[in-house]
């Protein structure tokens, strides 16, 4: 069971750069969602989806698209990267809506760092 | 505004003692709060939750205690152990909201000696 799995793991990119971060489950969870990690800062969200096709916008969307064409397949777009975009990027799913169904969580993949230089 | 406030960003202990990890949020709709617990290089783990019809939740070492009135959280991790060190993050959500979101504190650097 490969539970949330995230390519690539580390990533250098320059500035004004694109790039894909991938991610996939395997748990067939209807809810999606990436979050970056930075210092002093927890993990915030930047964008979520609750079913293919339903994507919406967490606390930092800025310079980051995504889509949902498939249940398993949630990945992240920097459209043109910035070194303020330099941090741990985790993607996660969940079985449904945070909290709402007992013994529900969130399962987060093993975390990608990028370096934008 | 940081709605899950973690406060102390590290906390030492020594093995077989209890450690004591506190939470307090701001947002009295939150209804839902969790623990997660991450080692270096590796992605947050599911520890423990609680709802807020109830004011503990207990497995195994781990117990966590909720305070609605006074907005705040704790986790208890007794006795604790080596392999508890890690970086433990609070998260909150208010699942009656429709807000599909779960609210992460800053997390807490435990430490714990052997």
């Known amino acids: 069971n490969a539970g949330v799995t995230q390519t690539p793991k580390f990533q250098v990119l320059k500035t004004g750069q694109s790039m894909t971060l991938q991610c996939a489950q395997d748990?067939?969870?209807?809810?999606m969602s990436w979050y970056r990690q930075d210092p002093g800062m927890g993990l915030r969200l930047i964008h979520y989806s609750v079913g293919a096709g339903i994507t919406d916008q967490g606390e930092v969307p800025n310079g980051y698209n995504v889509s949902r064409s498939t249940t398993e397949d949630f990945p992240l777009r920097l459209l043109s990267a910035a070194p303020s975009q330099t941090s741990v990027y985790f993607c996660a799913s969940s079985y449904s809506a945070w909290g709402t169904t007992s013994g529900n969580t969130i399962y987060f993949g093993e975390g990608s760092w990028l370096t934008v230089v | 505004d940081q709605q899950v406030k973690q406060n102390s960003p590290s906390l030492s202990v020594q093995e077989g003692r209890i450690s004591i990890l506190n939470c307090d949020y701001t947002?009295?709709?939150?209804?839902?709060f969790l623990w997660y617990k991450k080692y270096p290089a590796e992605g947050p783990t599911f520890l423990i939750s609680?709802?807020?019809?109830?004011d503990k939740n207990e497995d195994g070492r781990f117990t966590v205690f909720l305070n609605k009135s006074a907005k705040h959280l704790s986790l208890h991790i007794v006795p604790s152990q080596p392999g508890d060190s890690a970086v433990y993050f609070c998260?909150?959500?208010?699942?009656?909201?429709?807000?599909?979101?779960?609210?992460f504190g800053k997390g807490m650097k435990l430490t714990v000696n052997p």
């Open positions: 947002n009295s709709m939150f209804d839902y």
């Open positions: 748990m067939n969870h209807e809810y």
């Open positions: 998260a909150a959500s208010d699942t009656q909201g429709g807000s599909e979101k779960l609210v």
């Open positions: 609680i709802s807020s019809i109830k």
